[in-house]
């Protein structure tokens, strides 16, 4: 099992930039792939940005060039740095981690409002 934890959601400006952290903990070695999805109301979550083990990073079309992610291994935490937010990109963010065989594990989710 393990357990996800994302923290840093909150109010941000048009134009601003943000940061989102995803913890995980359990059997971390396990883990695959860590990432970050976003939820707007009324639809179905979409790819932000995910990144495996072995570095490979993917970026959803809407955040390419604003958005980076990275991880810090000895902590079992991804980064997910967002600048040139738009109100656009209010949503509710969710981390997702996916083990070596397959399994699924969800955060919380955390809320990022880009408003004036």
């Known amino acids: 099992q393990v357990q996800v934890a994302e923290s840093g959601g909150g109010l941000v400006q048009p134009g601003g930039s943000h940061v989102l952290s995803c913890t995980a903990s359990g059997v971390v070695s396990s883990i695959n792939i860590m990432g970050w999805y976003r939820q707007f109301p009324g639809k179905q979550r979409e790819l932000v940005a995910t990144?495996?083990?072995?570095?490979?990073?993917k970026y959803g079309d809407s955040v390419k060039g604003r958005f980076t992610i990275s991880r810090d291994t000895t902590k079992n935490t991804v980064y997910l740095q967002m600048n040139s937010l738009t109100r656009e990109d209010t949503a509710d963010y969710y981390c997702?981690?996916?083990?070596?065989?397959?399994?699924?594990?969800w955060g919380q989710g955390t809320q990022v409002t880009v408003s004036s």
């Open positions: 990144m495996t083990r072995d570095d490979i990073k």
């Open positions: 997702k981690v996916v083990t070596l065989i397959l399994e699924n594990f």
